[in-house]
């Protein structure tokens, strides 16, 4: 994917990339990252989202804000732009992202009997059924029902307003993870006492890793991508 980054065909705001959907630890902490190595609003770029267990969600993006996943979600979180994201691969199945000083997760993959029937059913579904938005609104709750993530939804609203439609065409378990954010340790991972989202975008109850694509509706030009809370100071 990285050596031949290729768009979906359309005239929406499109993303191919790779990373972990998310993943809850037991203490309230949340993490997730996306690596978008082609997108048709701007060049390629690497977030990392963090959830405190007060319920405050920061997206660190190594690029402008307003053309990398806050352009979506910023009216919910705050925004960290930092120099690098430094994602690893140790072997085939264990990774480490990091952000300098700041985070330090490293992420082991896994594959059960659901994770390979889903990823089966995401690479042979054309790309008119993942465009379509009763056949994603069936997935969703399949996902749940098989990976036992809690509630899923695969299209809806943004936080920002524009309409999403994610296409999971492979996906693995968090076999284990562990992280330190800002000098502390995360913990194991376990469910959050209540499943978060950011409008109609649910975060799952379990880890899961993917490699995919996703689409927006065009983001009106009313509409401001860095309101919410911004920070866009430059980090490490």
Known sequence: MQDHPRLADGDDERFTGYGVMGVPFAGGHYLAFRDM?????????????????????TIHTNGDPGLTCPRYFSSMVAVERVRRIDIGWRDDHTLDVSIG??????????????????????????????????????????????????????EGASPNGPRFKAAPLQIWRLADTSASYCGEDLGRPGPLEEQAHLADFWLPQR?????????FTPLLEKTDPHAGSMNARMGR
């Open 37 to 57: 190595v082609a997108t048709s609003v701007g060049p390629a770029y690497r977030t990392v989202w963090h959830r405190d267990p007060e319920g405050r969600w």
């Open 101 to 154: 000083d700041e985070l330090g997760w490293r992420i082991e993959l896994g594959a059960t009997p659901a994770t390979r029937v889903m990823s089966a059913m995401g690479s042979a579904l054309p790309e008119a059924g993942w465009n379509s938005r009763a056949v994603l609104t069936t997935m969703g709750p399949m996902a749940r029902t098989m990976l036992g993530t809690g509630r899923i939804r695969l």
């Open 207 to 215: 880890g899961v890793f993917f490699v995919g694509r996703a689409r």
